[in-house]
Every structure is written in structure tokens, then in C-alpha cells.
């Protein structure tokens, strides 16, 4: 398991083992949709609100 802080609200948040770069997850604190930016060290950003349509 590994551990970070949400940088929006400062919660501790739990990644699981096997996450990879660019997933998101959301903060149980805040709610906040966090994408993880970097592996090593453990960063989280805010994700995008708008939903981007990248169209075919
Ligand atoms: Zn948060």
C-alpha cells in the first residue's frame, strides 16, 4: 500500500500496490478527482474537471 497526501485538502490517501502513472482516484476526504503524476517520488495533481472528448 502506498501512501500520499491529496494536495488539495492535505488527507492522507492510499494508493494500491500496482498503480500506475496517469491513473485516477478520487480523495475520500474531499472528494477531489486526483490523477498521479509521478511515481517516484508519490505525486497526486487535480484532475481535470472537464471531461475532455478526444473524438475519433
Ligand atoms: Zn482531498
Keep these: ?3 500520499t497526501e491529496c494536495p488539495v485538502c492535505g488527507a ?3 494508493l494500491n ?3 500506475v502513472k496517469g ?3 478520487e480523495c475520500g476526504e474531499c472528494g ?3 490523477e498521479v503524476i ?3 517520488p508519490l ?6 474537471k472537464e471531461e475532455e472528448d478526444w473524438g475519433e
Design 1 to 3: 500500500m502506498l501512501k
Design 12 to 14: 492522507d490517501v492510499e
Design 17 to 19: 500496490d500496482g498503480t
Design 23 to 25: 491513473e485516477l482516484l
Design 32 to 34: 477531489t478527482e486526483l
Design 38 to 40: 509521478n511515481l517516484d
Design 43 to 48: 505525486s497526486l495533481a487535480e484532475a481535470p
